[in-house]
């Protein structure tokens, strides 16, 4: 079946540790996102990428990196430099088609917990 | 710079009641996209509509409808006799699509609509 893989669900991490969530895309989509949800703050974006090799920075993008090496693939590592990193982390994709922008589609999400 | 204002932070009601969601945008790119999802208790995010800039019919399904007006930059949507399957965060979200801004996707704060039986 098509669609957006986020692992692990939850991930637990020691502070000051480097950690990288993983998304895979199989629905051929060019867009990635990546969102950080905080209770009472909606999706904040973080980083999105239009193209392979290519990404651009979200609102609040200090703290966090990405890479888009291949088209189905946008992992995101949170960083020592983060400074509230424990939050629910959503990447998404989606596509043009036609000349129309579709819907985005959402993976599960990835629990972040640093203590 | 684009953001999106949802003012309502949780609304609440009774079942059977009518209930509008207000989404206000602001953008300067005259073509961009905008959505409503539905993210229910189990946590992922369910796509409700997509609207383009250059449409600005209003739109009806089944319970749910969305009044698009450019004029006040707002993408409001109602939900008519509400159930309680319908408590969930809704979020407006706008898409650029013109700019050096172009592919950015920005969510509002969502609105948390708790429908009471």
């Known amino acids: 079946d098509g669609g957006i893989t986020q692992s692990p669900k939850y991930l637990f991490r020691k502070e000051g540790q480097n950690v990288t969530l993983s998304c895979e895309q199989n629905?051929?989509?060019?867009?990635m996102y990546w969102y950080r949800q905080d209770p009472g703050q909606g999706l904040r974006l973080i980083y999105y990428?239009?193209?392979?090799?290519?990404?651009q920075k979200g609102d609040i993008a200090e703290g966090y990196s990405v890479s888009r090496e291949k088209k189905e693939s946008f992992p995101l590592t949170v960083t020592s430099a983060q400074k509230n990193p424990t939050a629910f982390y959503l990447c998404?994709?989606?596509?043009?088609?036609?000349?129309?922008?579709?819907?985005?589609?959402f993976g599960q999400g990835t629990r972040l917990t640093v203590v | 710079a684009q953001k999106v204002t949802q003012a309502q932070t949780e609304i609440s009601v009774v079942e059977k009641e009518d209930v509008t969601l207000d989404c206000v945008y602001e953008t300067r790119d005259t073509t961009y996209y905008l959505f409503w999802y539905k993210q229910p208790p189990s946590g992922e995010l369910v796509f409700l509509i997509r609207?383009?800039?250059?449409?600005?019919q209003n739109e009806i399904s089944g319970r749910y409808s969305w009044n698009f007006q450019k004029s006040t930059s707002s993408f409001n949507f109602t939900i008519t006799a509400s159930q309680v399957v319908d408590s969930a965060v809704y979020f407006c979200a706008l898409f650029n699509a013109g700019g050096t801004s172009y592919g950015k996707l920005t969510f509002g704060q969502g609105t948390i609509l708790t429908v009471h039986p």
């Open positions: 629905l051929n989509h060019d867009a």
């Open positions: 609207r383009n800039s250059f449409d600005e």
């Open positions: 990428s239009q193209i392979v090799n290519d990404f």
């Open positions: 998404a994709s989606s596509r043009t088609q036609d000349g129309w922008i579709t819907e985005a589609f």
